[in-house]
T-cell receptor, first 109, second 119 residues
Framework: GEDVEQSLFLSVREGDSSVINCTYTDSSSTYLYWYKQEPGAGLQLLTY?????DMKQDQRLTVLLNKKDKHLSLRIADTQTGDSAIYFCAETHDYKLSFGAGTTVTVRA | GAVVSQHPSRVICKSGTSVKIECRSLDFQATTMFWYRQFPKQSLMLMAT?????????EQGVEKDKFLINHASLTLSTLTVTSAHPEDSSFYIC???????????????FGPGTRLLVL
């Protein structure tokens, strides 16, 4: 959606870190999410962060939130071929999700 | 935990027929489910919010008589595409919110999607 913006493509070498960026407009968003979609499949919840947090780490995933700039990022450490997918950033307001257009991550050997 | 299923995964139908898609929360209760539509290489577009025991709330521009939603129980919502036409061909995805409010989050768990092709 136009309220959430992401870059469309990211190419990364296997073993490197991936960083996917997202900006949003609704300052009252309570939660921000990262979802992963593999070809022909539904969305898999990767992680989420509450709006009063700056950072959340979960194994290889690190989420950074800059609420002042309304900027959210997802870092994937040690990127693997299985990480190739489309990653959607989403914000929630009044229990509805607004999605970005998705970032296609391609992992090359 | 938090598994959502959809049935069927794929369906091909003739123009003018109706198609029903089921969305089930398998290991939790969901008072609210959501129906999305996704076109190729695009993001998800929210079609409607399905509330258990009450009428669905449709987003602007979505025809409620065309896309009938029934949320008959805390684990099942259905979307019926009536008098389907080729332009209704799309990937339909449902999601569900866990009824356990003391989780304190608004997380939606998504089904695997249903690909509809109308000939």
């Amino acid at each position: 959606g136009e309220d959430v913006e992401q870059s469309l493509f990211l190419s990364v070498r296997e073993g490197d870190s991936s960083v996917i960026n997202c900006t949003y407009t609704d300052s009252s968003s309570t939660y921000l999410y990262w979802y992963k979609q593999e070809p022909g499949a539904g969305l898999q919840l990767l992680t989420y962060i509450f709006s009063n947090m700056d950072m959340k780490q979960d194994q290889r995933l690190t989420v950074l939130l800059n609420k002042k700039d309304k900027h959210l990022s997802l870092r994937i450490a040690d990127t693997q071929t299985g990480d190739s997918a489309i990653y959607f950033c989403a914000e929630t307001h009044d229990y509805k999700l607004s999605f970005g257009a998705g970032t296609t991550v391609t992992v090359r050997a | 935990g938090a598994v959502v299923s959809q049935h069927p995964s794929r369906v091909i139908c003739k123009s003018g027929t109706s198609v029903k898609i089921e969305c089930r929360s398998l290991d939790f209760q969901a008072t609210t489910m959501f129906w999305y539509r996704q076109f190729p290489k695009q993001s998800l577009m929210l079609m409607a919010t399905s509330n258990e025991g009450s009428k669905a709330t449709y987003e602007q521009g979505v025809e409620k008589d065309k896309f009938l939603i029934n949320h008959a129980s805390l684990t099942l919502s259905t979307l019926t595409v009536t008098s389907a036409h080729p332009e209704d061909s799309s990937f339909y995805i449902c999601s569900a919110r866990d009824r356990v409010w003391d989780r304190g989050d608004e997380t939606q768990y998504f089904g695997p999607g249903t690909r509809l092709l109308v000939l």
